[in-house]
């Protein structure tokens, strides 16, 4: 037999056997194992394992629709177990259920094989009372006495296998109230296969779709939200522990994969996770719709949309005291942000967050902004960093970077805060700080730093404004500058092209190109002064106030504060500045210019008691202040102030050179070189403010010329060397130089301390010793000197005229030992000037002058006194030894008046003459006051033809000669008021012998007697000389003094004549310098 | 002979009336002096010790501010030595011609006279 009908036997013999056996499970299905037989079968089957009762509607044996394993068809399966609460008595309630057991397993192997399983458009109620009480223990209680558990776990079925489990169109309800839990899934479509070896069980879970809502605790966490799960999972039944495999699930439409493992730990009452995820990106709005109700209110108003992804792990313990550690990490893109609380709306927000916590230890919990940004619709921001302990005191760890449109943020400024922001500011902050420092301010905790650059910036708040066009600021909070040790608490460097700052109708500060370093100790420490270091350069500043304004061209500088530092624990400044111009102004009066200007300054102890020590250096000044100007150049100013609270010291040192000192329109002082050191000490217990500032140093000055319009010409001072303390004023040196006038001053200013306590005299002690004096000059020079001028009229027309007479000093006492070599007076001159003025307590000495003139030899002594402003006393006792009589009378014209004989005599005289008088304010001579004695002595004298001589001669019968000699002539006369009378002198001319005596008036009338008492006629002639000069009489008398050259025919009168004479010489000769 | 005696006779004659006896001096109680004369707005102070002192009020002076002299009176000569501060002596003769408590009267040679009324003491 060939193959092919071996083969073809055999398929037939298989047909046949299918065919049979076919038929035979048709028979079976349909005629032994019939429903009718079937449901009654199991209904009585299950009412031996169900406690509750059932509802079976027909039982069906299956084959085909379970091919190729018989199965059983339920419909209308119900159990019915009420209890009280319970959402339904219907525990269950499902029109299909299919399953399929493997029978022959079951009974060889002990195996449970269920296959197929399917459960449809059921309904499922279980429910937990607050008792515990459930409706799902539907199993009859095992009567059988419980062995000792010899095993772990002992199932009925050594292996189950679960194969195609399907659930569709379930509705699942749960609700435990001991939970507080409620459970409600709807349209639940589920595949399940499982095996089950041990308490193992493998198994896959297949959620195709439900919608579920879930409470808790009265919160509803899921209301009719899309579950969706597919996942491969490792069942430990006895340990209910659950390892999941990749699996995937969703929420409505957030759809994440998973894997990890879950346990319940009963025996810590605790659950132990391990679950790793990552989502694929969903909406946010899905997100937040997922936040429960009673957390709601967190987001409410916000508005936020965009996608989200989020991939992390859930490890740990979850139970009442403690939660997993999560570590998640979400993605944030195109977000969208509208907040009723912020104005502006953002949009295309990025961002990537890490969340790692455990929600329980605050330490190693955090939260990472590994980066976020968004816009507004004019600025652009983002950050980065981390915050942790979110369960205590908050940690801020950011960078935040933006580029902002003010104008935006206007909105969000509070309307009562008057402020107005425009500009763009950009750049990066970097913050680190706890929320409790922040609230407390403890900023010297925190840390700030970062770089902003502000661009067409402009902020007005109130009054006060500031606006730059570029200007960057970096800051670093603390100091970034770890080698400066005493601002630690913030760095900061402004750099600006231009800034402006001011207040409206105020004050304006205007910087160009600024660069300011600032480096600070904690300014919130109010306990003391933050300290600081600053440097600071400028290519200009301007700023003004009013009418005052100040512009600095290239001012730098470096400014150091710190308190309480330092080898001497004091507080310090120290200030180094510098400028190449500065000008300031106040209105249009007031100037000051300064040229490559530097300032250092060190104030230590400024707290307390400050010590100063002050430098300055400029290489030009000027000052302007009405028509007064003050220019300096190549100035240096030093000055060292201690103890300023207490009894200030100061140390004052003053260089300068081409001082330059216009005072008004026509008054000037001119300085080449000019040197001052000075101590200076104060005295606070003094009321007197010259007794309170106690000087003493010295001066050096060089080639100074003083202008004034009060003064005829100008004063060269070539040099003032003095030193000068409290009580004394020594000057060493000084010379000086007026028109024709050089003279030198040396000597001593005494007692200034106890003349300021009015406790004796201010004494002057000088040298004054000149090559050549002109005295007019120096005269018109000091006249009128105290004195107020009356009004200009006057003031031109006489410099020397005064409205008011000069009022010698009182409580002085100067001494002025003068030597001058050549002293003009007018046309006259006079040589080798020794003698002293003094000047003493209201009174003014000239103190036996000694100077010789063309004329003659001189010794002079005057006294000006001012007792009271309208009694002025003007002294003098005048002695002149060889005059010529010419020179005399025309030195002194008055003599002509007294005695109009004098000029009519030619020769060499000593003339004497003491005078004085007080005068009125406007120097008059008081007439009553008026006192004078004279004496002239002359010898070998020549008699000159002249009218009153030849009148004289002619009467007395003189043979007139051109010029006859006289032996002497010697005469005394005085002055009293208006009353001058001339003593009875003799003239002797060759054989005649004249007598002449008689009285002047100031209106000048006279009445002389002369008397002829020798000559060769044989008796005497007397004339009387009496009127005027234009009315002159001359006629004889009786001779009056006939026997004046014969003492012993001397007549009384004549004696007393003599008497007194001899007293008014000798009282006159009592003066004279041997 | 006879002419020649009479104009002897008539020269001596001349010489005797041109020198006739001066009159006897008067004299005057200094004592009378001392103390304060006024003569309008001048005054004049006389002390014991023969110092004395002279003031104008018209010219704004004041007895604290009166110029001193001394002064002497030997009978009818009444002698004031102005003294000068400065130094010098102004000395001023007068003839009195009346001296009486209340009244003093004086003159110069040059026949300026001055009429005094005491004021006190």
Same mark, same amino acid.
């Given at each position: 037999m060939s193959k092919k009908k071996v083969f073809k036997r055999v398929g037939i013999a298989l047909a046949i056997l299918l065919f049979l056996l076919i038929t035979a499970i048709s028979i079976a299905i349909w005629f032994v194992f019939t429903p009718e037989r079937l449901t009654p079968f199991v209904r009585k089957q299950a009412a031996k394992y169900i406690t509750c009762k059932s509802e079976i509607g027909e039982v069906e044996l299956t084959f085909f629709s379970t091919f190729p394993r018989f199965g059983l068809k339920v419909t209308d399966f119900t159990l019915i177990n009420p209890i009280a609460g319970a959402q339904s008595d219907t525990l269950v309630n499902t029109q299909n259920l299919i399953g399929i057991v493997d029978v022959g397993a079951w009974w060889k192997r002990d195996e449970l094989v269920i296959t197929n399983l399917q459960l449809s458009n059921g309904v499922i109620n279980a429910f937990v009372d607050s008792l515990g009480n459930t409706?799902?223990?539907?199993?009859?209680?095992?009567?059988?006495?419980?062995?000792?558990?010899?095993?772990?776990?002992?199932?009925?079925?050594?292996?189950?296998?679960?194969?195609?489990?399907?659930?569709?169109?379930?509705?699942?309800?749960?609700?435990?109230?001991?939970?507080?839990?409620?459970?409600?899934?709807?349209?639940?479509?589920?595949?399940?296969?499982?095996?089950?070896?041990?308490?193992?069980?493998?198994?896959?879970?297949?959620?195709?779709?439900?919608?579920?809502?879930?409470?808790?605790?009265?919160?509803?966490?899921?209301?009719?939200?899309?579950?969706?799960?597919?996942?491969?999972?490792?069942?430990?039944?006895?340990?209910?522990?659950?390892?999941?495999?990749?699996?995937?699930?969703?929420?409505?439409?957030?759809s994440l994969a998973f894997r990890g493992t879950v346990e319940n730990d009963a025996v810590n009452n605790r659950i132990n996770t391990n679950i790793t995820y990552k989502s694929n990106t969903f909406p946010i709005p899905s997100a937040l719709a997922l936040i429960p109700p009673s957390f709601q209110s967190y987001i409410e108003g916000v508005d936020l949309k965009?996608?989200?992804?989020?991939?992390? $792990?859930? +490890? !740990?313990?979850?139970?009442? %005291?403690?939660?997993?550690?999560?570590?998640?990490? *979400?993605? &944030?893109?195109?977000?969208?942000?509208?907040?009723?609380?912020?104005?502006?709306?953002?949009?295309?927000?990025?961002?990537?967050?890490?969340?790692?916590?455990?929600?329980?230890?605050?330490?190693?919990?955090?939260?990472?902004?590994?980066?976020?940004?968004?816009?507004?619709?004019?600025?652009?921001?983002?950050?980065?960093?981390?915050?942790?302990?979110?369960?205590?005191?908050?940690?801020?760890?950011?960078?935040?970077?933006?580029?902002l449109k003010l104008s935006e943020f206007a909105p969000m400024i509070p309307s009562d805060l008057k402020m107005k922001v425009n500009?763009?500011?950009?750049?990066?902050?970097?913050?680190?700080?706890?929320?409790?420092?922040?609230?407390?301010?403890?900023?010297?905790?925190? $840390?700030? +730093? !970062?770089?902003?650059?502000? %661009?067409?910036?402009?902020?007005?708040?109130?009054? *006060?404004? &500031?606006?730059?066009?570029?200007?960057?600021?970096?800051?670093?909070?603390?100091?970034?500058?770890?080698?400066?040790?005493?601002?630690?608490?913030?760095?900061?460097?402004?750099?600006?092209?231009?800034?402006?700052?001011?207040?409206?109708?105020?004050?304006?500060?205007?910087?160009?190109?600024?660069?300011?370093?600032?480096?600070?100790?904690?300014?919130?420490?109010?306990?003391?002064?933050?300290?600081?270091?600053?440097?600071?350069?400028?290519?200009?500043?301007?700023?003004?106030?009013?009418?005052?304004?100040?512009?600095?061209?290239?001012?730098?500088?470096?400014?150091?504060?710190?308190?309480?530092?330092?080898?001497?624990?004091?507080?310090?400044?120290?200030?180094?500045?510098?400028?190449?111009?500065?000008?300031?102004?106040?209105?249009?009066?007031?100037?000051?210019?300064?040229?490559?200007?530097?300032?250092?300054?060190?104030?230590t102890n400024f707290m307390a008691s400050p010590n100063i020590k002050i430098d300055y250096a400029g290489s030009n000044l000027a000052m302007q202040m009405d028509t007064n100007i003050i220019k300096?150049?190549?100035?240096?100013?030093?000055?060292?102030?201690?103890?300023?609270?207490?009894?200030?010291?100061?140390?004052?040192?003053?260089?300068?050179?081409?001082?330059?000192?216009?005072?008004?329109?026509?008054n000037s002082v001119k300085v080449s070189k000019i040197k001052m050191n000075s101590d200076i000490a104060n005295d606070p217990t003094q009321k007197d403010i010259f007794l309170q500032w106690m000087v003493k140093g010295f001066l050096d000055m060089e080639n100074g010329v003083i202008s004034s319009s009060m003064l005829n010409e100008s004063i060269e001072i070539p040099s003032v060397k003095m030193d000068f303390d409290p009580q004394v004023f020594n000057i060493k040196e000084s010379k000086l130089k007026i028109d024709k006038s050089d003279f030198s001053l040396a000597g001593t200013l005494s007692n200034i301390q106890s003349f300021i306590k009015k406790d004796s005299l201010l004494r002057g002690n000088f040298s004054f010793i000149s090559n050549q004096t002109d005295v007019l000059k120096l005269m018109n020079l000091t006249s009128g000197l105290g004195g107020e001028p009356s009004d200009s009229i006057s003031q031109t027309a006489s410099d020397t005229t005064l409205s008011s007479a000069y009022m010698v000093p009182k409580g002085i006492d100067f001494i002025l030992h003068t030597s001058v070599k050549k002293v003009l007076f007018g046309n006259e001159i006079a040589k080798d000037i020794t003698g002293d003025v003094r000047v003493k307590d209201?009174?003014?000495?000239?103190?036996?002058?000694?100077?010789?003139?063309?004329?003659?030899?001189?010794?002079?002594?005057?006294?000006?006194?001012?007792?009271?402003?309208?009694?002025?006393?003007?002294g003098f006792d005048y002695h002149m030894f060889d005059i010529e009589i010419d020179k005399l009378i025309k030195m002194m014209p008055i003599i002509d008046s007294i005695m109009p004989m004098l000029k009519s005599f030619k020769g060499t005289a000593e003339f004497h003459i003491a005078a004085e008088t007080y005068l009125d304010s406007m120097y008059n001579p008081k007439k009553s006051t008026i006192r004078g004695a004279s004496s002239i002595k002359g010898h070998n004298l020549v008699v000159m033809d002249g009218q009153t001589f030849s009148e004289i001669a002619k009467t007395m019968k003189f043979t007139k000669k051109a010029e006859n000699k006289v032996d002497s002539i010697s005469a005394e006369f005085t002055v009293f008021k208006n009353e001058i009378d001339i003593y009875p002198f003799m003239v002797v001319l060759d054989k005649y012998k004249v007598v002449i005596a008689g009285r002047h008036n100031m209106d000048m009338s006279f009445d002389y007697n002369i008397s002829l008492l020798e000559s060769p006629i044989p008796f005497r002639i007397c004339v009387e000389a009496k009127g005027t000069m234009d009315n002159l009489k001359i006629r004889p008398i009786k001779c009056k003094y006939r026997d004046l050259n014969r003492p012993s025919s001397r007549m009384v009168l004549q004696n007393k004549q003599l008497e007194l004479r001899k007293l008014i010489r000798e009282s006159l000769l009592k003066n004279v310098k041997k | 002979?006879?002419?020649?005696?009479?104009?002897?006779?008539?020269?001596?004659?001349?010489?005797?009336?041109?020198?006739?006896?001066?009159?006897?001096?008067?004299?005057?109680?200094?004592?009378?002096?001392?103390?304060?004369?006024?003569?309008?707005?001048?005054?004049?102070?006389?002390?014991?010790?023969?110092?004395?002192?002279?003031?104008?009020?018209?010219?704004?002076?004041?007895?604290?501010?009166?110029?001193?002299?001394?002064?002497?009176?030997?009978?009818?000569?009444?002698?004031?030595?102005?003294i000068i501060e400065i130094g010098g002596n102004v000395p001023k003769y007068y003839t009195v011609t009346a001296l009486t408590s209340t009244t003093l009267k004086y003159k110069d040679d040059f026949g300026v006279s001055h009429t005094f009324t005491k004021i006190g003491k």
């Open positions: 409706n799902f223990n539907i199993t009859p209680p095992d009567t059988i006495p419980v062995q000792p558990d010899t095993t772990q776990s002992e199932m009925p079925f050594r292996f189950i296998d679960i194969k195609n489990v399907e659930l569709n169109n379930i509705s699942l309800s749960y609700i435990d109230n001991t939970q507080k839990m409620l459970a409600d899934i709807k349209d639940l479509a589920v595949k399940f296969n499982g095996k089950l070896v041990s308490d193992t069980l493998n198994m896959h879970l297949n959620v195709n779709d439900c919608v579920m809502s879930f409470s808790y605790n009265g919160e509803a966490y899921l209301k009719n939200t899309s579950i969706k799960l597919n996942s491969q999972a490792k069942v430990i039944i006895s340990k209910m522990f659950v390892e999941f495999g990749e699996s995937e699930a969703s929420i409505n439409d957030i965009g996608i989200a992804s989020s991939d992390g $792990r859930v +490890s !740990g313990f979850y139970s009442d %005291s403690v939660m997993p550690l999560m570590d998640l990490h *979400i993605i &944030m893109n195109e977000g969208e942000l509208k907040y009723a609380g912020f104005p502006l709306p953002l949009s295309n927000m990025k961002g990537d967050f890490v969340f790692y916590s455990d929600l329980t230890h605050d330490d190693i919990t955090y939260f990472r902004i590994n980066q976020f940004s968004a816009n507004t619709p004019q600025s652009s921001f983002g950050t980065s960093g981390i915050v942790n302990h979110l369960f205590s005191d908050i940690y801020c760890d950011l960078t935040s970077n933006a580029n500009g763009n500011v950009k750049g990066q902050v970097r913050t680190a700080f706890f929320m409790s420092q922040m609230e407390k301010m403890l900023l010297d905790k925190m $840390r700030f +730093s !970062g770089s902003v650059t502000l %661009s067409n910036f402009d902020v007005i708040y109130d009054s *006060i404004y &500031m606006k730059t066009d570029y200007s960057t600021v970096d800051f670093s909070m603390p100091n970034a500058n770890t080698s400066n040790k005493i601002s630690r608490f913030l760095s900061s460097k402004i750099n600006s092209k231009t800034l402006e700052a001011g207040t409206i109708n105020g004050y304006r500060a205007f910087l160009k190109n600024a660069l300011v370093n600032l480096e600070t100790s904690n300014v919130m420490d109010t306990t003391k002064l933050p300290d600081v270091t600053c440097s600071f350069s400028l290519d200009s500043l301007a700023a003004s106030m009013d009418t005052m304004k100040v512009d600095l061209f290239k001012p730098s500088g470096n400014l150091t504060m710190y308190s309480l530092k330092g080898s001497n624990k004091q507080d310090r400044i120290l200030l180094n500045y510098s400028n190449d111009k500065m000008e300031a102004s106040m209105g249009s009066n007031m100037l000051v210019k300064m040229n490559k200007a530097k300032l250092n300054a060190d104030v300096m150049d190549e100035g240096r100013v030093s000055a060292d102030v201690v103890d300023y609270d207490t009894k200030p010291k100061i140390k004052f040192a003053y260089a300068g050179s081409n001082l330059d000192m216009q005072i008004g329109q026509s209201g009174i003014l000495v000239l103190d036996d002058l000694l100077f010789t003139t063309p004329a003659s030899k001189m010794q002079l002594t005057l006294m000006y006194k001012t007792p009271r402003k309208n009694h002025i006393y003007a | 002979m006879k002419r020649i005696i009479i104009c002897l006779f008539a020269c001596l004659s001349i010489a005797l009336i041109f020198n006739s006896c001066s009159k006897d001096e008067e004299s005057f109680d200094e004592s009378l002096l001392v103390g304060r004369w006024q003569s309008g707005t001048l005054y004049e102070k006389y002390f014991e010790n023969h110092t004395g002192a002279t003031w104008d009020t018209s010219d704004d002076v004041t007895e604290a501010e009166a110029q001193e002299f001394t002064w002497t009176l030997d009978k009818s000569d009444l002698t004031q030595i102005h």
